[in-house]
């Protein structure tokens, strides 16, 4: 060890954990350093020995498991800490849960400003494992598998526990094959494979489109950005007389315009140069954002500041960018409600619903006529 006090690799130290970052890592502090280590859980002691350094923080592994938190479990994988998809199967279900939800709120306060946001606890997947109705594995001969927590590895894997065993089966098929092309391959249970999209975790994917529903109420128009193949537009259009989704993907909006009931209507193109145009003719819609990880756009953020759409339902898949978006136009709305839901039990992955609604007297002026009410307002509930 550096007599600074500074850590340097292959020390080996003894470490309280105190919380869980976004991401799986356990945080820990040595003199003025962070340490992030793996496969730990806050409240544990840890024997750890120093991988990585960095100039304000470290990275470990844990060695021994001194004191142990009594929501550590034994993780039923065979490749978990080796295989670099799951992050969580060392705690119990309910832990994760809480950890997850405090990570959601905990980046609302940090990165989005929001001293005291109103985060929900996280809905559970009906399902802690065999969730998944498709995999994509990286095949690499005589290999077939999942990154690794070394990503320059490929974990050989014959079996996925988050996978369900049409998935499984067909991974197995996969290890069968004499000749074998490199790359990533996707393996999809019969009900995929049969043509269509679906989202990853069926379940849980209909309790967030039950979240969003209440969030969106009901009224004239919904705008459905990043729409996708239609999964939110089209249970959501019971409660809206027209819905206009569109995503850049032409072979999603080709499979939602197949599957679109007379009420929907798909656009082909960037949601950045068609949402503009689309919120001016459509004054008082609902916007339903789903935007990708890296979050929405600059002129998304524009727009929305430019025409101020009464409610929005914000999902996301990253709380990061959805606190960074959020900040960006609190000055105009209020953040109402936040709900995450586990759509990916055992990783650290999170999804999270977010519903915002016009400040009072912040309506936008080019507006003919009084927003559409909120299942809130209707209820009575927050500002008429």
Known sequence: MHHDGFVKPGDEIDLEVTDLAYGGAGIARHEQQVVFVRFTIPGETVRARI??????????????????????????????????????????YPRQLTEKTRQVRESLRRIGKFADAPVEQMRSSPH??????????????????????????????DRCLLANKAVNDRLEALHSKRRLRPGPATLRDTA??????????????EILAEIAADMAGSGQILIDAYCGAGFFAQRL?????????????????????????????????DTAELLPAVLQANEGAVLLLDPPAQ???????????????????YISCDPSTLARDL???????????????????QTASIEVAALLEIRPGDVNPRAGGEPDRSPQQARGVGPA
């Open 295 to 313: 979050g929405l756009a600059a002129e998304v953020i524009a727009a929305i500041l430019a025409f101020r759409p009464p409610r929005i339902v």
């Open 51 to 92: 991988r990585n350094v960095r100039r304000t923080w470290a990275e470990a592994d844990a060695l021994r498991i001194i004191h142990p938190s009594p929501d550590r479990v034994a993780p039923p994988c065979p490749f978990f800490t080796r295989c670099g998809g799951c992050a969580y199967q060392h705690i119990t």
């Open 128 to 157: 802690e494992y065999g969730y998944r109705n498709r995999i994509t594995v990286h095949v690499d001969p005589p290999r077939i598998g999942f990154r690794g927590t070394d990503p320059r590895r490929i974990v050989d894997v």
């Open 192 to 205: 995929s494979a049969a043509g269509g999209f679906r989202q990853v975790n069926d379940e849980a994917a």
């Open 237 to 269: 259009s019971k409660n809206f007389a027209r819905v206009i989704g569109m995503d850049w993907d032409g072979r999603s909006i080709a499979t939602a315009r197949i599957e679109a009931g007379a009420k929907e209507e798909y656009v082909e193109g």
């Open 327 to 345: 900040a960006k136009v609190s000055g105009s709305y209020e953040l109402r409600r936040a709900v995450p839901v586990d759509m990916f039990p």
